[in-house]
């Protein structure tokens, strides 16, 4: 069974289709990114995976249950990190982990969160509160609640943003980890540079519809994942571009820059 497998999943909103009959499977140990231009339905595919929003049309099926039926064993069963998403400002790293524990159920919370701060160099950190925490130091705290319960099967959005390059690279590692293990990963970037390097698949969305699978180690060596990405995305006749490796996205890798995606 794969980990993920969706069934013409549509989501219109009004006139807006921002999904239209996408079908995908991912099986388990994947390490799977999704990329796409702005707006062509990557959070929306995330957000229905994940039981936050329903769908128009389609079926989709996470861990072997229905995120539209059951969101609550989805949400169980996987690990979640958003785009933009911060620890709560009046708590601290050590406060919002024990709170994470606690909803989730966790046994050895304490020697879990100290193993993540250790991994992820927040030790120092662990009880400062969270308003006065850079924003990558945020970001360290959010990745340890996205694999504190040690889940099957992980949706992160921009995984590497705002982290020093030090750390990107240690996350890097984790995630390659994570997935020999047998896990699965499900991304999404508009860093083509750390889905070529990371992702044993990649996705392409346009217009809500999946258009291009590929494992990106296939690539001919003179064949960049950017080229590919234009050639699936971009309407013939209209083949210029950003130059930067950053498709219709920021303008720099997550080494290069302190911005948030826009
Ligand atoms: N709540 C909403 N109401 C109306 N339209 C929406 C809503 N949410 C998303 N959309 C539209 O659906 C389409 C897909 O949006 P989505 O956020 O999934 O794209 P995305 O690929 O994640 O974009 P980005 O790369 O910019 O984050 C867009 O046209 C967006 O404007």
Known sequence: MPAIETMD???????????????????????????????SGKTTTIEILTG??????????????DPAGDPLAVREAVGILPEREDPPSFLTPREYLQFV??????????????????????????????????EGERQRVMLA?????????????????NLDPIMQAEVKDHMRDYCER?????????????AEELCTSVG?????????????????????????FRQEVEPEGNETGP?????????ATPAETDERDP
């Open 182 to 194: 047998g896990n699965t990963l499900f991304l999404s970037t508009h860093f083509l540079e750390v």
């Open 101 to 134: 524990g606690d909803v989730r159920g966790l046994s050895g919370v304490d020697d879990r969160i100290a193993e993540w701060a250790d991994r992820l160099g927040f030790v120092d950190t662990l009880d400062t509160i969270s308003t006065d925490l850079s």
């Open 243 to 251: 130059e930067n490796g950053a498709v219709a996205g920021p303008a």
């Open 204 to 228: 392409i969305v346009r217009d809500g519809d999946l258009v291009a699978e590929r494992d990106p180690r296939d690539l001919d060596p003179d064949e960049q994942l950017l080229d590919y």
């Open 145 to 161: 609640q996205t694999f504190v319960h040690e889940p099957d099967l992980v949706f992160i959005d921009e995984p590497l943003v």
């Open 9 to 39: 999943l549509t989501k219109r909103y009004g006139d807006v289709t921002a999904l239209s009959s996408l079908s995908l499977s991912v099986p388990e140990g994947e390490l799977f990114g999704l990329l796409g231009p702005n707006g």
């Open 52 to 65: 936050q929003l329903d769908p128009t049309e389609g079926t989709a099926s996470v861990l072997g249950h």
